[in-house]
């Protein structure tokens, strides 16, 4: 298998992150102060998916939330269990009517055999991204959160992601937020180890949080 399309193990992790924080200063800073990253992970196919599509545009904390009830509900979660809930189910555990349609939408495309998550596995990243947004609800965000922590690629790069574009703006103390395509831009510079620059951004943002609301509670 091509390298790009290896998944990430611990192993290369620490391996990007010492690239990285030899190549960008800022980076280093944030390893010296938080230490390495987690690697956040979903589980491969449906499963994955249906998780990260709860999590479009809601906190991390709420997207668990919802998809652990659902997890409840769906045993185990396939295409097949998950139809078999109406509407009035679904929206008991936290989802909403147009994340119940862009589910529901994914589960019928998996069981008329019109999408191979199988295949697009070790599918070239262009294949997989072509695939996948056919299905309604999944855009290039979904897409780059699924490469990334699902299926681990080591050099993916969600540049519209808005956590990873205040973590830039603040990292490098700048004025106003970066675009996504200047952040993917900048991201050029991280190649090949652009989805480990993302968690160490990630982990930046969420631990500057965690002392902000610390700080916040002492005052």
């Not at 697009?120 to 609800?137: C, V």
């Not at 290039?140 to 681990?152: A, E, H, I, K």
Request: with cysteine; net charge neutral; hydrophobic share 40%.
């Amino acid at each position: 298998m091509l390298l790009h399309l290896q998944p990430l193990t611990p192993q290369t992790i620490d391996l990007g992150v010492q690239e990285l924080t030899q190549r960008d200063s800022d980076l280093a800073f944030i390893i010296e102060k938080f230490g390495n990253p987690p690697n956040w992970q979903c589980e491969v196919g449906f499963p994955g998916l249906v998780r990260i599509i709860i999590g479009q545009q809601v906190s991390v904390a709420s997207a668990n939330a919802i998809f652990n009830r659902l997890s409840s509900l769906v045993i185990p979660m396939t295409p097949e269990n998950l139809l078999q809930l109406d509407e009035m189910e679904l929206q008991k555990v936290g989802l909403s009517r147009q994340k119940i349609s862009y589910c529901r939408g994914l589960a019928q495309t998996i069981t008329r055999n019109e999408l191979d998550l199988d295949y697009l596995a070790t599918a070239e990243e262009t294949i997989l991204r072509s695939h996948l947004k056919r299905i309604k609800g999944i855009g290039d965000w979904t897409v780059d959160v699924y490469l990334l922590m699902s299926l681990q690629r080591p050099d993916v790069f969600p540049s519209g992601d808005l956590g990873l574009l205040i973590a830039y703006q603040k990292l490098k103390g700048l004025s106003k937020r970066p675009t996504p395509k200047e952040l993917e831009i900048i991201a050029e510079k991280w190649r090949p180890w652009r989805a480990v620059a993302t968690r160490i951004l990630w982990h930046y943002y969420l631990s500057d949080m965690v002392v902000n609301k610390q700080v916040r509670n002492m005052s």
